[in-house]
């Protein structure tokens, strides 16, 4: 398997995919952000001096997924058809989950942006509570599933 980023004198470049097939595409993505017991509960009772932390934090990670070529150097533009972004309270971390599904129907996948969008929620989550708490860590983030083009099917284990 050889690394389709770089041509043949070893140079990063954009991967052509003009001949490859127009398919349904989609990715899941996922990771989490844990903070202390006192910010987990300002988070979950809607007392960040921000305001809604999930809710900015999920327009975020859609936003996010949209700018994805802007923010990596050779993704190409997509027309994405679906980008959803779910935050789940988790009291175990103490922190927030969460998972990003990105769709669309083109000649290539969705992966960067589901893991750019679940990174920018990630981020925005920190944004909105780094006054109460700068040691909150962010973790986990993979792509838990793929589907559609000539790789077929991926699913994490």
Excluded: N
């Amino acid at each position: 398997m050889s690394l389709t980023h770089f041509d043949a004198k070893g140079d990063a470049h954009m991967v052509d995919v003009t001949d490859k097939a127009v398919t349904d595409r989609v990715a899941v993505a996922e990771g989490h952000i844990s903070m202390a017991p006192e910010t987990f509960d300002i988070v979950a009772e809607g007392r960040a001096k921000k305001g809604d932390v999930l809710a900015v934090a999920r327009l975020a990670g859609i936003m996010g997924a949209k700018r994805t070529p802007d923010l990596i150097p050779l993704c190409h533009p997509l027309a994405l058809t679906k980008v959803a972004v779910e935050l789940t309270l988790d009291p175990d971390l103490p922190g927030v989950r969460i998972a990003a599904t990105v769709r669309t129907t083109g000649q290539t996948g969705v992966e960067m942006e589901a893991l750019t969008a679940v990174s920018t929620a990630a981020l925005t989550v920190y944004d909105m509570v780094k006054a109460v708490d700068k040691a909150m860590q962010i973790g986990g983030i993979r792509v838990a599933l793929k589907d559609g083009g000539k790789s077929g099917r991926y699913e994490a284990t």
